[in-house]
T-cell receptor, first 113, second 116 residues
Framework: DSGVTQTPKHLITATGQRVTLRCSPRSGDLSVYWYQQSLDQGLQFLIQYYNGEERAKGNILERFSAQQFPDLHSELNLSSLELGDSALYFC????????????FGPGTRLTVT | AQTVTQSQPEMSVQEAETVTLSCTYDTSESDYYLFWYKQPPSRQMILVIRQEAYKQQNATENRFSVNFQKAAKSFSLKISDSQLGDAAMYFCAYTDYGGATNKLIFGTGTLLAVQP
């Protein structure tokens, strides 16, 4: 158990809908990362937050947005969902944005039908 | 931009034997970290081993060791005395050291099967 929690574990929704994925980092970690794992794109970095502020952005679609709240949990919002958004979404956390080790949560499996 | 390449989509090894997974990367940075992550069927991402680029000595963690060739930009993982529980997808990953972000850049993965 990495100490990073993600909810829900599984999510099935229809095209055009909007969903919110939630992540709670390990106690004491200030930085949160979101990654997407799909058959087409592999494992790719989406976005990073540090202490409530956006730190780095990767290949995140405009339909996706994220934020980190004062209690340090983070949410990834996916809107106007398409079939291609079906993927495993990982959250990871680290002590600070430059510390090398990231701890991964168990992921949220999103299926868009 | 940094890239990570894993040229072996699938590998197979007999239980108790040794297997080597390959990884190459491209970067213009001189300081960075390299990692091997294991993803078993549970889908959990598990850090297996890390290597700091400034260290010449190859990292070792029990049955797992790496062969880090900085000039060749090569970073292979050797698994000795393979066990059934080693069967998983293995990802090679890179991150800059000391930059504004330590986002991970992953390779496409190698699926390792362990035959009894």
């Amino acid at each position: 158990d990495s100490g990073v929690t993600q909810t829900p574990k599984h999510l099935i929704t229809a095209t055009g809908q909007r969903v919110t994925l939630r992540c709670s980092p390990r106690s004491g970690d200030l930085s949160v990362y979101w990654y997407q794992q799909s058959l087409d794109q592999g494992l790719q970095f989406l976005i990073q937050y540090y202490n409530g502020e956006e730190r780095a952005k990767g290949n995140i679609l405009e339909r996706f947005s994220a934020q980190q709240f004062p209690d340090l949990h983070s949410e990834l919002n996916l809107s106007s969902l398409e079939l291609g958004d079906s993927a495993l979404y990982f959250c990871a956390s680290s002590v600070d944005p430059t510390y090398y080790e990231q701890y991964f949560g168990p992921g949220t499996r999103l299926t868009v039908t | 931009a940094q890239t990570v390449t894993q040229s072996q989509p699938e590998m197979s090894v007999q239980e108790a034997e040794t297997v080597t997974l390959s990884c190459t990367y491209d970067t213009s940075e001189s300081d960075y970290y390299l990692f091997w992550y294991k993803q078993p069927p549970s889908r959990q991402m598990i850090l297996v081993i890390r290597q700091e680029a400034y260290k010449q000595q190859n990292a070792t963690e029990n049955r797992f060791s790496v062969n880090f060739q900085k000039a060749a930009k090569s970073f292979s993982l050797k698994i000795s005395d393979s066990q059934l529980g080693d069967a998983a997808m293995y990802f090679c990953a890179y991150t800059d050291y000391g930059g504004a972000t330590n986002k991970l850049i992953f390779g496409t993965g190698t699926l390792l099967a362990v035959q009894p």
